[in-house]
C-alpha cells in the first residue's frame, strides 16, 4: 500500500469511495440516494481549483482504498463553490442526478442547521479523510495526514481545522494523536432522521505555525 497526490481523473473512484463511507463510516445511501451529486458536492470542488494537498492511499495492485482531501483556504473553497452553482443546477436540469428529490432532505436540514468553523484566519485549511472498512486500522490514515500537514507546512499555511462527530471515534483518535485540539463542540439535530438522535458535532483545529 501507498499514497500519491490526488489528481481530477481520481473523480469516480473516490467518489466511489465517499459514498461507501460518508455515514459516520458507512454507506451515504441511507440519507444521499443520489451518488453522482454527491460526489460532485463533495469530491469534485477538491480535485478542482478549490481544493490541495490531496493526497489517494492505494494497494499495490493500484486499487484506490481511502483519500484525504482538503482545501488551503476556506473561503476560496467557498466562492469557488458557490461560482459553481449554476454547472450543478445545470447537471441537474439535463438529469444527471438520479435519487436527486429524496436527498434534498438532508441538503435542506444542512442549510437548517449549519456547521460552525472555526476562525479561518487562524484556520484556513480544512481536510476530509475517508478510508474503505478494509483498509482501517492499517496505518493508512497516519500516513494519508503526515502526508497532508507536511504539504501545508510546506506552503506555509497557518491551521488546519475539521469538522467531525462524537460518532467518529477511530477519527477522533487520529486527529488528537496529530495534536489536533478541539476548538467547539455542539450538539445537532441534523442527522436525527437517519441517526434517531442528535449527534455531538466537533470542530477541531491545529495550529502548524
Ligand atoms: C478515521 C480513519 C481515517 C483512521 O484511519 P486508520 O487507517 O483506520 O487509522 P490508523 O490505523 O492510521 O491509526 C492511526 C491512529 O488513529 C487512532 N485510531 C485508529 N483506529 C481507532 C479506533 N478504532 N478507535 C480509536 N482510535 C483509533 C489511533 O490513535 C491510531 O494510532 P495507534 O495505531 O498508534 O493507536 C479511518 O478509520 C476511517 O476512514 N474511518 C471511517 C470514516 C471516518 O470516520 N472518517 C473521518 C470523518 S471526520
Known amino acids: ?19 461507501q463511507t460518508g455515514f459516520f463510516g458507512a454507506s451515504a445511501e ?28 492505494q494497494s499495490e495492485a493500484g486499487k484506490p482504498l481511502g483519500y484525504i482531501l482538503g482545501t488551503c483556504d476556506l473561503p476560496s473553497y ?22 436527486l428529490w429524496p436527498s434534498l432532505p438532508y441538503l435542506l436540514r444542512m442549510a437548517r442547521y449549519p456547521s460552525h468553523p472555526a476562525p479561518t484566519q487562524l484556520y484556513p485549511a ?38 467531525t462527530t462524537r460518532e467518529n471515534t477511530a477519527a477522533i483518535g487520529l486527529y488528537q494523536k496529530f495534536g489536533f485540539g ?8 441534523l442527522w436525527r432522521p437517519w441517526l434517531g438522535r442528535d449527534a455531538t458535532h466537533v470542530v477541531m483545529g491545529l495550529k502548524l505555525r
Not at 1 to 19: C, F, S, T
Not at 182 to 189: F, G
Open 1 to 19: 500500500m501507498h499514497v500519491r497526490k490526488v489528481n481530477p481523473n481520481d473523480l469516480e473512484a473516490l467518489g466511489q469511495i465517499a459514498y
Open 30 to 57: 441511507r440519507f444521499f440516494p443520489s451518488q453522482n451529486l454527491f460526489r460532485d458536492l463533495w469530491v469534485e470542488p477538491y480535485l478542482e481549483g478549490a481544493g490541495c494537498c490531496g493526497w489517494i492511499a
Open 78 to 99: 467557498q466562492r469557488w463553490f458557490v461560482q459553481h452553482l449554476p454547472q450543478l443546477s445545470l447537471r441537474a436540469l439535463r438529469g444527471n442526478y438520479s435519487g
Open 126 to 163: 480544512q481536510l476530509h479523510i475517508n478510508l474503505l472498512p478494509e483498509s482501517r486500522g492499517l496505518g493508512l490514515g497516519k500516513t494519508l495526514l503526515e502526508s497532508y500537514l507536511e504539504c501545508l507546512r510546506r506552503k506555509n499555511i497557518p491551521g488546519v481545522q475539521l469538522s
Open 182 to 189: 478541539v476548538y467547539s463542540e455542539y450538539s445537532s439535530p
